[in-house]
């Protein structure tokens, strides 16, 4: 099939076709790309409401999405996935930059020569018998100084309504892009062709993906190829794909950050705001930290974002931040009325949920939802599902996509083009043993250090003994495009840049355990008290007591008013086992060594310290 055969169309004859750009690189680039994967249709999408009724009645009639009862759940959508396309994987996510060195240990390189000819040969035709989208985003408020431009092409009208919600998709970018703005190049097809190479039609799927995958970054040339899944941070290429992996790299060569980041704004009693940043690995806590519902009196904490946080020092030389995204894409079980009510509410209509449980009623349910499971169901898989069947109804890594706009606790200036000003980082893992619940960095090398070593227990150690640590530095570790002892040393080098200016840095733990192995800290809304602390020392108002690790709360400086947490808890959670510490230095010695020499001399400093202060 030549390109003048390939029809512009609207996926259907029900709408008019858009005639999409007058961009001739873009143009370029579409027909360059269709001819590769060979669509029947060309559909330039223009972000618009009738758009989204027309893709979503498309896969309603093609049994792809569930229509939620609208009594309960208005304009709301349940997709199931093939049970073997439920996750992002790691093992098919490729840095392609020339030289193997600069993906560094931690990622999987691959020559981008031998890539392109391998991705030539998988995607050639894995459109034929489809539609092919052509999706313009913004990552950022539209024309902002942060912001950044991109386009999808897709062969998922899934993904086409997931990208609606996820990004500021939509007309006013191909204009951009017509007055000479820059923007990234992604591919993507979930490789499941309807023509076979024998020009013969194949059915369709309910979920069609293809059970080899590629996830292919080229931070060389800023390109993102994605074959075979259809799901999430694999699909929606504009998230970890381009905002993390690609943008790490621009934002090594221009002088900013892209971070796998929440934000948040406090508010205090006496008025004062402060704006929060705060880097935690997957499924621990961002979310929930970004919609936190303060527990003590008179403070307020407002969302920012919950996922993705770009960072750029401004021209007043502090560091501002934007939530690049326009939605969220959260994990949905373990959100419930109990641990994450403005979640809840956030997600009371116009929301895409994937891979979670049908109720009898036609709405939804999810383990954590509700206490008390519903006594029928139809679970993830499609199944019938009872309370004692034994698995769970919703699968574990089952999500909701929902406008930020609808989030009850939204900031006012949550779209603010400058972004906001960022007072304080905040990193944390998930770690059961030594690390207290709040320490702050000495310096921002040694925040720096904090953020370098985030780690999780890979088995749950007993107090006081560390085990393997399972590291995720910077909660960036499945995201950084680049090698990651230069990240580092791009970080320290922003040090540098901000000054005095830098924001404080802290590490925070939520999840010490006892000796009976519960955790020490309740969480979730009483984490306030941490920052109302984090602000105390922001304003100078709490001394704070050295340690070997950080400056952590002095004694009465943490507010515990009505809290029933007894003393030999709190004196738990703030504990520094020197010993116990002394072997972390040594695992993270030997952590540094795979780097080949390339670690920042400023963290090698900083373990240096570390060993200093922890002698006895
Ligand atoms: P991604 O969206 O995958 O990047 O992850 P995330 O960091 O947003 O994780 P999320 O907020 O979805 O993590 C949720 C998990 O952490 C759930 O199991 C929560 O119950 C748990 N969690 C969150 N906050 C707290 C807390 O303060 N204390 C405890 N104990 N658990 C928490
Ligand atoms: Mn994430
Ligand atoms: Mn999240």
């Known amino acids: 099939m030549t390109i003048s055969e390939i029809s512009v169309g609207t996926g259907s004859s029900a709408r008019p076709a858009n005639r999409g750009t007058t961009d001739p690189?873009?143009?370029?680039?579409?027909?360059?790309?269709?001819?590769?994967?060979?669509?029947?249709?060309?559909?330039?999408?223009?972000?618009?409401?009738?758009?989204?009724?027309?893709?979503?009645?498309?896969?309603?009639?093609?049994?792809?999405?569930?229509?939620?009862?609208?009594?309960?759940?208005?304009?709301?959508?349940?997709?199931?996935?093939d049970p073997k396309d439920v996750a992002r994987v790691e093992d098919r996510t490729f840095i392609c930059s020339t030289y193997e060195e600069d993906a560094g240990p931690t990622n999987n390189w691959r020559d981008p020569k031998q890539m392109r000819a391998e991705l030539r040969e998988v995607f050639t035709g894995s459109m034929r018998g489809r539609t092919m989208y052509v999706v313009p985003f913004s990552m950022g408020p539209l024309g902002g100084p942060i912001s950044q431009l991109g386009v999808e092409i897709t062969d998922s009208p899934y993904v086409v309504l997931n990208m609606g919600i996820m990004t500021r998709m939509g007309d006013r970018v191909y204009r951009m892009i017509e007055e000479g703005e820059a923007w990234v190049r992604t591919v993507h097809s979930v490789g499941y062709s309807l023509v076979d190479e024998d020009g013969q039609p194949r059915e369709d799927l309910a979920w069609p993906c293809n059970d080899t995958k590629y996830i292919v970054q080229f931070p060389d040339t800023r390109e993102v190829w994605s074959f075979g899944s259809g799901y999430g941070g694999n699909a929606l290429l504009a998230k970890k794909c381009f905002a993390l992996r690609i943008a790490s790299v621009m934002a090594r060569d221009?002088?900013?950050l892209a971070e796998h980041m929440l934000l948040i704004k406090i508010t205090s009693p006496e008025g004062k705001s402060y704006h929060v940043a705060a880097a935690f690995?997957?499924?621990?806590?961002?979310?929930?930290?970004?919609?936190?519902r303060p527990t003590i009196p008179g403070w307020k904490v407002e969302t920012i974002g919950d996922d993705i946080a770009w960072l750029r020092p401004g021209t007043d030389g502090r560091l501002w931040a934007i939530n690049p995204e326009a939605g969220f894409f959260g994990v949905a079980p373990g959100?419930?009325?109990?641990?994450?009510?403005?979640?809840?509410?956030?997600?009371?209509?116009?929301?895409?949920?994937?891979?979670?449980?049908?109720?009898?009623d036609g709405d939804v349910w999810w383990e954590g939802l509700t206490d008390t499971p519903p006594a029928h169901l139809t679970d993830?898989?499609?199944?019938?599902?009872?309370?004692?069947?034994?698995?769970?109804?919703?699968?574990?890594?089952?999500?909701?996509?929902?406008?930020?706009?609808?989030?009850?606790?939204?900031?006012?200036?949550?779209?603010?083009?400058?972004?906001?000003?960022?007072?304080?980082?905040?990193?944390?893992?998930?770690?059961?043993?030594?690390?207290?619940?709040?320490a702050q960095a000495r310096s921002w090398k040694h925040g720096v250090f904090m953020g370098a070593t985030i780690s999780s227990e890979k088995t749950a150690a007993a107090e006081g003994t560390v085990g393997e640590l399972r590291r995720d530095p910077f909660a960036m570790l499945p995201f950084c495009g680049y090698n990651m002892a230069d990240y580092w040393a791009h970080w320290?080098?922003?040090?540098?840049?901000?000054?005095?200016?830098?924001?404080?840095?802290?590490q925070v733990n939520w999840f010490r355990k006892g000796d009976d192995g519960s955790f020490l800290?309740?969480?979730?809304?009483e984490n306030a008290r941490v920052l109302e602390w984090i602000v105390g020392r922001i304003e100078g108002t709490h001394a704070g007591e050295n340690t070997a690790v950080g400056v952590i709360p002095a004694e009465g400086e943490l507010n515990l008013d009505g809290l029933d947490l007894d003393a030999d808890a709190v004196r738990q959670l703030f504990a520094v086992d020197k010993k116990s510490w002394?072997?972390?230095?040594?695992?993270?010695?030997?952590?540094?060594?795979?780097f080949n020499g390339k670690v920042p001399a400023a963290l090698q400093a900083e373990l240096a310290s570390l060993r200093y202060h922890l002698k006895d």
């Open 521 to 525: 800290w309740p969480g979730f809304g």
């Open 281 to 292: 690995p997957s499924a621990c806590g961002k979310t929930n930290l970004a919609m936190l």
């Open 25 to 81: 690189a873009l143009q370029a680039w579409v027909k360059e790309i269709a001819a590769i994967t060979q669509p029947t249709e060309i559909v330039w999408c223009d972000g618009s409401i009738a758009e989204a009724d027309h893709l979503t009645k498309l896969l309603i009639a093609e049994d792809k999405l569930i229509r939620l009862n609208p009594e309960w759940r208005p304009n709301s959508y349940l997709a199931r996935t």
């Open 380 to 438: 993830w898989e499609g199944k019938p599902w009872t309370p004692d069947s034994g698995r769970p109804a919703a699968h574990p890594n089952s999500r909701f996509t929902v406008s930020a706009a609808q989030c009850p606790t939204i900031a006012e200036d949550w779209e603010d083009v400058d972004g906001v000003p960022i007072d304080a980082i905040l990193f944390g893992g998930r770690r059961a043993t030594n690390v207290p619940l709040v």
């Open 582 to 594: 002394r072997a972390e230095c040594d695992l993270t010695e030997e952590y540094f060594e795979q």
């Open 254 to 256: 221009e002088g900013w």
């Open 492 to 506: 320290v080098k922003m040090g540098r840049t901000l000054g005095t200016q830098a924001p404080e840095i802290f």
């Open 335 to 360: 959100t419930g009325t109990s641990t994450n009510q403005t979640a809840v509410d956030t997600l009371w209509g116009n929301t895409i949920f994937t891979n979670v449980a049908l109720r009898e």
